[in-house]
């Protein structure tokens, strides 16, 4: 059954299943029926986020016990509410922590573990061969050999032997502790009978055949170690020496033999970009791909989350980043099947293209909202300042800007940079399989690589959905698009290589004698799974942060480049997903966005006043131009961050920071310092998170701190203030809009941890900061809207108005949940600026009226009341004529006729929800 509407906590070591418990009283009373959890398993110690899970089978004891997380289950089923896990099914955090990452190194191809995780084991670097890349040092590994800073160390409780760099450890593999043990029998008499035998018997266990005796054999005798080094200070006294002979051999020598005979090859973190040979997600060392295909690792992998499923203890999962999956679909149709008969809620994490739609066959509730939350933010952006703003930021900047073409480049750079060895692997896959005709043998490895990249550089989506079974007229769709453009620009002469891929990713290949089908299709799924971290981290992690023609448009899902929403489009939108996914999520705000959602409804404001925005800026530009430093002829910051920060300064602005007073001003200068760098690194021109250039970072720094200072700046913020003031009480009705329109909409309210009061945060971790729910419940008692529409600022009035309607949708749930989608017919001079539906089920129905674009409509910024309605007018079902119908956030009554007058409809609040027989 589907969640009626959905609430997100993020988990970590400072919010538990201890304080979620406390906090469900008040989440029942605002109206959810479903908590939506972060990841909850055991993840890296300290995460923050959970999404580096490294054991499928335990709770995070960060977040809390066992028991504690019954208590909060319990506590839930009391109020009648249910619990929707986040799950990441793609990729694990490596390291020390993660037992079977470590088992993979101590025993290479032969671990069970091995075939969990996607590793090339034959790379072309000969180096590699048999071995796992480990990029974790911090320069190159000749250099950190020499300055002693890789060490032998043995763990005396687990009887183990591994190499030590600072707090990473990597064991060494049972066949050496026989060298090992030898040597350190020669280092004290009276120990080397037992060393001797011992060392003897990790020998022939390491030499055997049988693979899990040896294994069983190899653990006893460790611990067998363990016990003569606690019960023998002359066995613990050889090893130790032994430890340091080999540490002492100059130049590291004795250890660099060690390591060569190891499964795994330490190298300089700068080498994973073009040399790791494991799937990664995106460009993070720490987070290796799973082979989820694999039977054996999704049983292993899904004991825990179908024992709560089964105990009822979770009702749904949210699956993280999907698309790096080899076969999404294979995997969330095992996955339904996990607890059959018990109709678990799925959702999956997906980013759609504009022409996009998710594939109809998977057995899922919808996506996490990412469409919705741009759909609804586009509805508040006015198409007509498409060309003004676009001249405003050009001019700023002292260049035209198209956006496609930037994020062709930033592919290209992503592709040939971050995420160049994943495009290796799949160059070489490609390049073997060219090899076995004689037609296409002739392509080289280097001709496949480019060819590949623009490709890749020109994909209209994330990824396809190809199988071994099929290929859609969608995905034939995709590739055809990108093959051609790619193929079009390229300046080789020979483009019958296009041809040949192509043919691979389709599947059309096997049509053809001379390959093996199982190596077509191999390469062709491989392909699927790098499309999409390509454009993840060329899209939002680095063209969103260079194109700032209007920043509130660059979200996660968002398309920059089309400006504004139309009503039509919305409500087209709105019965497609009724009769698609009724269930989906419905989001505007998550642990990912960009921007908080009432920061993007302010931000929005700036396209019904293009010209005093350019007049605006200008004028700052003015105030701060003396406070920019130059470094050999670049002025730091560059216009283009600089009109990224004053669009972030109005947009972020707390209501607290009024004047004359200015209180917190540090605690957002901060703020803005932090987010500022890291924007300036992910959009990778000036300075990045692999190549940091301090001199801009610094020049940035002392920019914002010379900017948001009274003693410097008063005239600059008394006039960023007054815009503030300005366009605040516009943004608010945007923000009361779109939440109403979430919380009504076909599909499944989600509200952000804290985001019923109002939320002007910036990215992660700005996003994710504590949030004070005793304040919360305190205001949720009161019901004077009145009094809150008066004091609009401290936000307890979106409060309100969500209480409000999730109270309709608790008493009314099959007619939120089925109820027929009716876009209403708005007449009159204003009819742009409304949007109206209605949902209707039987005799009960209620009727959605939200403005739009109303800045010049604004009658009493202090109190959020609209004027100059004119004529425009709603026209009602003719059924509907002669019954009354209520507000229900405000309790106003009145009766139907043939037409409802908007002015009077949206006489006491600017946004309203009309029922009717939903008493």
């Known amino acids: 059954m589907a969640p009626r509407a959905t609430y997100r906590l993020q988990f970590n070591a400072h919010f538990g299943f201890d304080d979620a418990c406390a906090q469900v009283a008040y989440l029942a ?13 055991l993840a890296r110690p300290g995460s923050t986020h959970g999404y580096d899970i490294v054991d499928h089978s335990r709770l995070n004891p960060e977040i809390g016990t066992e028991a504690e997380f019954n208590a909060l289950v319990a506590e839930l089923h009391r109020h009648d509410m249910g619990l929707i896990l986040d799950f990441v099914p793609n990729h694990m955090g490596v390291g020390v922590d993660n037992p079977w990452w470590v088992d993979v190194l101590e025993w290479g191809q032969a671990s069970p573990y091995a075939g969990y995780f996607d590793i090339d084991w034959q790379p072309p670097e000969p180096s590699l061969s048999g071995k796992l890349l480990l990029p974790v040092l911090g320069d190159h590994y000749g250099a950190v050999l020499e300055r002693g800073e890789l060490e032998l160390r043995f763990d005396a409780e687990a009887g183990r032997f591994a190499v030590g760099y600072f707090e990473h450890t990597f064991p060494v593999a049972p066949r050496d502790y026989t060298m090992l043990l030898r040597n350190a029998a020669v280092q004290i008499t009276e120990a080397e009978p037992i060393l001797q035998e011992l060392a003897e018997a990790f020998r022939g266990a390491s030499r055997d055949r049988r693979g899990g005796e040896s294994r069983r054999l190899i653990t006893a005798f460790k611990h067998r170690l363990s016990v003569l080094v606690e019960e023998s200070d002359v066995v613990a006294e050889a090893i130790s020496r032994q430890v340091n002979a080999f540490n002492a051999v100059q130049g590291g020598e004795a250890l660099h033999r060690l390591l060569e005979r190891q499964h795994y090859r330490l190298a300089f973190w700068r080498v994973a970009a073009h040399e790791i040979n494991y799937r990664r997600f995106f460009d993070i060392n720490e987070l290796a791909g799973l082979r989820m295909e694999r039977p054996e690792l999704f049983r292993d992998s899904h004991q825990l989350i179908a024992g709560l499923l089964e105990e009822n203890k979770i009702q749904g999962l949210r699956l993280d980043h999907v698309d790096g999956l080899r076969d999404p679909r294979a995997y969330l149709a095992r996955l339904h099947n996990l607890a059959p008969g018990r109709g678990v809620y799925l959702l999956v994490e997906k980013i759609l293209a504009g022409h996009e739609s998710l594939r109809r066959d998977w057995p899922v509730a919808g996506t996490t909202g990412y469409e919705f939350l741009n759909l609804v933010n586009g509805l508040f952006v006015d198409p007509d300042a498409e060309r003004s703003l676009t001249r405003s930021y050009e001019h700023f900047i002292g260049n035209a800007v198209d956006f496609a073409a930037l994020t062709i480049a930033a592919k290209r750079q992503i592709i040939r940079e971050a995420l160049a060895s994943e495009l290796q692997v799949l160059a070489n896959q490609f390049n073997r399989l060219a090899k076995q005709n004689r037609y296409t043998r002739d ?48 300046r080789t002469p020979d483009k019958s290589i296009y041809d040949f891929i192509h043919g691979v990713l389709s599947l059309d290949l096997l049509d053809q004698d001379g390959y093996r089908r199982r190596d077509v299709i191999d390469v062709a799924l491989r392909f699927q799974q790098l499309t999409g971290p390509v454009m993840a981290k060329a899209l939002e992690d680095t063209a969103f942060y260079r194109y700032m023609r209007l920043v509130s448009l660059n979200e996660v899902g968002g398309e920059p480049e089309h400006f504004g929403r139309s009503p039509a489009a919305f409500h087209e939108a709105n019965r497609r997903r009724l009769r698609d996914w009724p269930a989906a999520m419905l989001t505007s705000a998550t642990h990912d966005h960009k921007r908080g959602e009432d920061m993007r409804a302010r931000l929005n404001v700036l396209s019904e006043i293009p010209a005093e925005w350019r007049q605006r800026v200008r004028r700052w530009e003015g105030f701060n131009r003396r406070k920019k430093r130059d470094l050999d002829g670049l002025v730091a910051p560059d216009r283009n961050d600089e009109y990224l920060f004053y669009q972030t300064l109005v947009g972020a602005w707390p209501y607290s920071l009024d004047a004359p007073e200015f209180a917190d001003i540090d605690t957002f200068r901060q703020r803005l310092t932090d987010y500022m760098l ?16 301090e001199d801009y970072e610094a020049a940035l720094v002392e920019f914002i701190e010379r900017t948001i200072n009274l003693e410097y ?22 923000s009361l809009a779109q939440t109403v329109l979430k919380l009504t909409s076909p599909g499944v309210p989600d509200i952000y941890q804290g985001n019923e009061y109002w939320d002007f945060s910036l990215v992660d971790p700005d996003n994710r900061r504590p949030v004070d729910y005793a304040q919360r419940a305190a205001s949720l008692l009161e019901t004077d809207w009145q009094e809150q529409r008066r004091q609009w600022r401290d936000g307890r009035l979106k409060q309100y108005v969500i209480g409000q309607v999730l109270a309709l949708r608790r008493a009314q749930p099959e007619l939120f949940a089925t109820g027929s989608y009716q876009a209403l017919t708005v007449e009159g001079e204003q009819a742009d600026r409304v949007i109206a539906f209605a949902r209707i089920l039987d005799d009960s129905a209620y009727c959605v009226i939200v403005p739009r674009l109303v800045r010049s409509l604004l009658a009493d910024p202090d109190e959020l009341l609209l004027r100059d309605w004119e004529d425009t007018h709603i026209v009602l ?43």
Do not use: M
């Open 678 to 693: 890291k924007a300036v690194r992910e959009a990778k021109r000036h300075t990045s998170w692999v190549a940091c250039d």
């Open 29 to 41: 009373a605002l109206g959810v029926s479903h908590v939506y959890a972060s990841p909850l398993l």
């Open 443 to 490: 392509y080289s490895l280097i001709g496949l690589r480019e060819a590949l990249t623009e490709v890749i550089a020109y994909f209209p989506v994330y990824r396809t959905y190809v199988t071994a079974r099929r290929t859609t007229s969608e995905d034939r769709r995709d590739l055809g698009w990108a093959v051609a453009k790619a193929s079009k620009t390229a």
């Open 877 to 919: 079902p003719e059924e509907w004529q002669g019954r009354q119908w209520r507000e229900v956030i405000t309790d106003h009554v009145q009766t139907c006729e043939a037409t409802a007058r908007v002015a009077t409809l949206l006489i006491d609040l600017p946004v309203a929800v009309y029922a009717l027989g939903c008493d």
């Open 713 to 734: 700046s008063l005239p600059f913020l008394e006039d960023v203030l007054a815009l503030v003031t300005r366009i605040s009480p516009v943004g608010a009705v945007n």
